[in-house]
Nanobody
Framework: QVQLVESGGGLVQAGGSLRLSCAAS????????MGWFRQAPGKEREFVAAISWSGSNTYYADSVKGRFTISRDNAKNTVYLQMNSLKPEDTAVYYC??????????????????WGQGTQVTVSS
């Protein structure tokens, strides 16, 4: 199993940007598809974005499409979430997650078995 540690969260004004990072342990990072999820207070955890092991395929929730970009650097065992044009409704704890089965156009939201501890993102209006 891979261990994941998120960083980069913080407080930002609406319209601003943040970049989240997720560092993974182990030499098998390249085997995993990676994802970002978030959970706002009083709400269920929701999918944000996912990326295939090679980085060639990415998928996004409609709410973040065009504003967020997921990427990965397999040499550094790290996945990123660049968040631009942030809105107050983006406020949440953001979690990094990993899954071994490859993701596809019809299967990219579930099946993530390893999770980080989360990093808080707060967007003020």
């Amino acid at each position: 199993q891979v261990q994941l540690v998120e960083s980069g969260g913080g407080l930002v004004q609406a319209g601003g940007s943040l970049r989240l990072s997720c560092a993974a342990s182990g030499r098998t990072f390249i085997s995993y598809a990676m994802g970002w999820f978030r959970q706002a207070p009083g709400k269920e955890r929701e999918f944000v974005a996912a990326i295939s092991w090679s980085g060639s395929n990415t998928y996004y929730a409609d709410s973040v499409k065009g504003r967020f970009t997921i990427s990965r650097d397999n040499a550094k065992n790290t996945v990123y979430l660049q968040m631009n044009s942030l809105k107050p409704e983006d406020t949440a704890v953001y979690y990094c997650a990993a899954r071994l089965p490859p993701i596809s156009r019809s299967d990219y939201v579930s099946g993530f078995g390893s999770w980080g501890q989360g990093t808080q993102v707060t967007v003020s209006s």
